[in-house]
Protein backbone atom coordinates (compact mmCIF):
# COMPACT_ATOMS: atom_id res chain seq x y z
CA UNK A 1 0.00 0.00 0.00
CA UNK A 2 0.62 3.27 0.06
CA UNK A 3 3.35 4.61 2.33
CA UNK A 4 3.54 8.54 3.98
CA UNK A 5 3.86 10.82 1.63
CA UNK A 6 4.71 14.40 2.14
CA UNK A 7 4.29 17.67 0.28
CA UNK A 8 6.14 19.66 -1.77
CA UNK A 9 9.34 17.56 -2.09
CA UNK A 10 11.04 21.29 -2.35
CA UNK A 11 10.28 24.15 -1.16
CA UNK A 12 11.90 27.59 -1.65
CA UNK A 13 11.23 30.73 0.31
CA UNK A 14 12.62 34.16 1.04
CA UNK A 15 12.86 35.06 4.50
CA UNK A 16 9.65 36.58 6.12
CA UNK A 17 7.18 34.35 3.84
CA UNK A 18 5.10 31.69 5.78
CA UNK A 19 5.02 28.38 4.58
CA UNK A 20 2.96 25.13 4.62
CA UNK A 21 4.01 21.59 4.21
CA UNK A 22 1.80 19.24 4.14
CA UNK A 23 1.89 14.81 5.44
CA UNK A 24 -0.67 12.77 4.07
CA UNK A 25 0.29 9.50 7.01
CA UNK A 26 -0.43 5.59 5.92
CA UNK A 27 -4.37 5.05 5.98
CA UNK A 28 -5.60 4.31 9.54
CA UNK A 29 -2.52 5.48 11.69
CA UNK A 30 -3.39 6.84 14.74
CA UNK A 31 -0.17 8.53 15.51
CA UNK A 32 1.65 11.11 13.61
CA UNK A 33 5.25 13.07 14.12
CA UNK A 34 6.78 15.83 12.73
CA UNK A 35 10.55 16.32 12.81
CA UNK A 36 13.00 18.63 11.57
CA UNK A 37 16.39 17.29 9.97
CA UNK A 38 19.43 19.88 9.60
CA UNK A 39 22.13 19.30 7.33
CA UNK A 40 24.36 16.91 8.65
CA UNK A 41 22.11 15.92 12.31
CA UNK A 42 19.88 13.47 12.80
CA UNK A 43 16.35 14.07 13.04
CA UNK A 44 14.72 16.76 15.88
CA UNK A 45 11.77 15.46 17.45
CA UNK A 46 9.08 18.81 16.50
CA UNK A 47 5.30 17.42 17.74
CA UNK A 48 3.63 14.24 17.93
CA UNK A 49 -0.51 13.93 17.21
CA UNK A 50 -2.63 11.14 18.45
CA UNK A 51 -5.68 11.59 16.25
CA UNK A 52 -6.16 15.62 16.16
CA UNK A 53 -5.23 15.81 19.56
CA UNK A 54 -1.25 17.57 19.78
CA UNK A 55 -0.15 15.70 22.87
CA UNK A 56 3.35 16.85 22.66
CA UNK A 57 4.61 19.95 21.06
CA UNK A 58 7.84 20.50 22.89
CA UNK A 59 10.21 20.41 20.49
CA UNK A 60 8.55 23.09 18.71
CA UNK A 61 11.56 25.70 18.06
CA UNK A 62 9.67 28.96 18.57
CA UNK A 63 5.65 30.27 18.44
CA UNK A 64 6.29 30.39 14.31
CA UNK A 65 5.66 26.80 14.20
CA UNK A 66 2.95 25.80 14.58
CA UNK A 67 1.00 21.97 12.97
CA UNK A 68 -2.41 20.73 13.09
CA UNK A 69 -4.58 17.90 12.22
CA UNK A 70 -8.14 18.50 12.44
CA UNK A 71 -9.43 15.41 11.26
CA UNK A 72 -7.00 13.16 12.35
CA UNK A 73 -5.21 12.22 9.29
CA UNK A 74 -3.79 14.78 6.80
CA UNK A 75 -1.06 17.31 9.03
CA UNK A 76 -0.14 20.48 8.08
CA UNK A 77 3.18 22.10 9.64
CA UNK A 78 3.23 26.07 9.02
CA UNK A 79 6.37 28.26 9.73
CA UNK A 80 5.56 31.88 9.96
CA UNK A 81 7.90 34.59 8.84
CA UNK A 82 11.00 32.12 8.06
CA UNK A 83 13.92 32.56 8.73
CA UNK A 84 17.25 31.18 7.48
CA UNK A 85 17.74 28.88 10.15
CA UNK A 86 14.67 27.34 9.46
CA UNK A 87 16.25 25.92 6.28
CA UNK A 88 16.28 21.85 6.96
CA UNK A 89 14.52 18.81 5.72
CA UNK A 90 11.19 18.48 7.78
CA UNK A 91 10.44 14.71 8.05
CA UNK A 92 7.17 13.18 9.02
CA UNK A 93 6.41 9.70 9.94
CA UNK A 94 2.91 7.75 11.17
CA UNK A 95 2.69 4.75 13.60
CA UNK A 96 -0.62 2.56 13.69
CA UNK A 97 -1.97 2.93 17.36
CA UNK A 98 1.33 4.61 19.21
CA UNK A 99 1.98 2.08 21.46
CA UNK A 100 5.54 1.43 22.48
CA UNK A 101 5.39 -1.71 20.33
CA UNK A 102 4.58 0.53 16.96
CA UNK A 103 7.14 1.42 13.66
CA UNK A 104 7.44 4.62 12.80
CA UNK A 105 6.95 4.33 9.13
CA UNK A 106 8.45 7.65 7.35
CA UNK A 107 8.06 10.07 4.31
CA UNK A 108 10.13 11.45 1.79
CA UNK A 109 10.57 14.55 3.80
CA UNK A 110 10.17 18.32 2.66
CA UNK A 111 13.72 20.29 1.94
CA UNK A 112 13.26 23.59 2.97
CA UNK A 113 15.21 26.83 1.89
CA UNK A 114 15.27 29.50 3.01
CA UNK A 115 16.79 32.34 1.32
CA UNK B 1 19.46 15.36 29.68
CA UNK B 2 18.77 13.25 26.87
CA UNK B 3 21.11 12.77 24.68
CA UNK B 4 21.92 10.22 21.49
CA UNK B 5 25.70 10.04 20.61
CA UNK B 6 27.15 8.67 17.54
CA UNK B 7 31.06 9.71 17.51
CA UNK B 8 31.51 8.56 13.98
CA UNK B 9 30.38 10.70 10.86
CA UNK B 10 32.16 8.25 8.66
CA UNK B 11 33.07 4.46 8.68
CA UNK B 12 34.68 2.86 6.01
CA UNK B 13 35.36 -0.82 5.54
CA UNK B 14 36.25 -3.70 3.25
CA UNK B 15 33.41 -6.43 2.34
CA UNK B 16 33.70 -9.11 4.36
CA UNK B 17 35.20 -7.48 7.55
CA UNK B 18 33.34 -6.79 11.09
CA UNK B 19 32.03 -3.75 11.30
CA UNK B 20 30.52 -1.76 14.49
CA UNK B 21 28.65 1.81 14.47
CA UNK B 22 28.77 2.79 17.98
CA UNK B 23 26.25 4.33 20.22
CA UNK B 24 26.10 6.21 23.30
CA UNK B 25 23.28 7.59 25.18
CA UNK B 26 22.14 9.53 28.32
CA UNK B 27 18.54 9.50 29.60
CA UNK B 28 16.79 10.23 33.44
CA UNK B 29 14.90 7.27 33.03
CA UNK B 30 14.13 3.51 31.07
CA UNK B 31 15.17 3.76 27.66
CA UNK B 32 14.06 2.00 24.42
CA UNK B 33 16.74 2.12 21.92
CA UNK B 34 16.67 2.01 18.38
CA UNK B 35 18.79 1.39 15.25
CA UNK B 36 17.42 3.38 11.40
CA UNK B 37 19.20 3.13 8.23
CA UNK B 38 19.08 5.51 5.43
CA UNK B 39 19.52 3.71 1.71
CA UNK B 40 20.69 6.11 -0.65
CA UNK B 41 17.63 7.65 -1.94
CA UNK B 42 15.16 6.38 0.37
CA UNK B 43 13.38 7.00 3.41
CA UNK B 44 14.32 6.36 6.89
CA UNK B 45 12.99 2.87 8.18
CA UNK B 46 13.70 0.84 11.02
CA UNK B 47 16.45 -1.46 11.33
CA UNK B 48 16.08 -2.71 14.34
CA UNK B 49 14.83 -2.48 18.49
CA UNK B 50 16.57 -3.87 21.18
CA UNK B 51 13.09 -4.98 23.21
CA UNK B 52 13.03 -7.13 20.04
CA UNK B 53 16.31 -9.21 20.68
CA UNK B 54 16.43 -9.87 16.96
CA UNK B 55 18.93 -10.13 14.03
CA UNK B 56 18.37 -8.02 10.89
CA UNK B 57 20.31 -8.66 7.80
CA UNK B 58 23.09 -10.09 9.69
CA UNK B 59 23.03 -6.74 12.28
CA UNK B 60 23.12 -7.34 16.11
CA UNK B 61 22.48 -4.72 19.06
CA UNK B 62 23.22 -5.23 22.69
CA UNK B 63 22.02 -2.83 24.97
CA UNK B 64 25.21 -2.52 28.14
CA UNK B 65 23.12 0.14 30.97
CA UNK B 66 26.32 -0.27 32.45
CA UNK B 67 28.45 1.83 29.60
CA UNK B 68 25.37 3.51 28.36
CA UNK B 69 25.71 1.90 25.11
CA UNK B 70 23.67 0.13 22.03
CA UNK B 71 26.44 -0.56 19.78
CA UNK B 72 25.39 -1.93 16.30
CA UNK B 73 27.68 -4.63 14.76
CA UNK B 74 27.48 -6.86 12.40
CA UNK B 75 30.49 -9.55 11.02
CA UNK B 76 30.71 -9.69 7.87
CA UNK B 77 29.75 -6.31 6.05
CA UNK B 78 28.63 -6.31 2.77
CA UNK B 79 27.97 -3.75 -0.22
CA UNK B 80 24.43 -2.95 0.17
CA UNK B 81 25.02 -2.28 3.35
CA UNK B 82 26.54 1.07 2.72
CA UNK B 83 24.02 3.68 4.25
CA UNK B 84 23.61 6.20 7.09
CA UNK B 85 22.91 4.65 10.24
CA UNK B 86 21.30 6.70 13.29
CA UNK B 87 20.75 5.45 16.91
CA UNK B 88 17.89 6.64 18.45
CA UNK B 89 16.11 6.19 21.56
CA UNK B 90 12.67 7.00 23.50
CA UNK B 91 11.23 6.68 26.74
CA UNK B 92 9.64 3.23 28.02
CA UNK B 93 7.00 5.42 29.66
CA UNK B 94 7.37 8.44 27.25
CA UNK B 95 7.95 6.65 23.93
CA UNK B 96 6.42 8.72 21.42
CA UNK B 97 9.06 11.19 21.72
CA UNK B 98 12.49 9.93 19.62
CA UNK B 99 16.15 11.69 20.46
CA UNK B 100 18.35 10.51 17.54
CA UNK B 101 21.94 10.40 16.90
CA UNK B 102 23.56 12.81 14.36
CA UNK B 103 24.41 9.46 12.14
CA UNK B 104 27.54 7.49 10.54
CA UNK B 105 27.66 6.96 7.25
CA UNK B 106 28.90 3.30 6.66
CA UNK B 107 30.54 2.70 3.62
CA UNK B 108 31.52 -0.67 2.49
CA UNK B 109 34.41 -1.25 -0.09
CA UNK B 110 34.43 -3.65 -2.25
Known amino acids: GAGVSQSPRYKVAKRGQDVALRCDPISGHVSLFWYQQALGQGPEFLTY????????KSGLPSDRFFAERPEGSVSTLKIQRTQQEDSAVYLCASSLNGQDTDTQYFGPGTRLTVL | AQRVTQPEKLLSVFKGAPVELKCNYS??????LFWYVQYSRQRLQLLLRHISRESIKGFTADLNKGETSFHLKKPFAQEEDSAMYYCALSGVYNFNKFYFGSGTKLNVKP
Open chain 2, 27 to 32: YSGSPE
Open chain 1, 49 to 56: FQNEAQLD
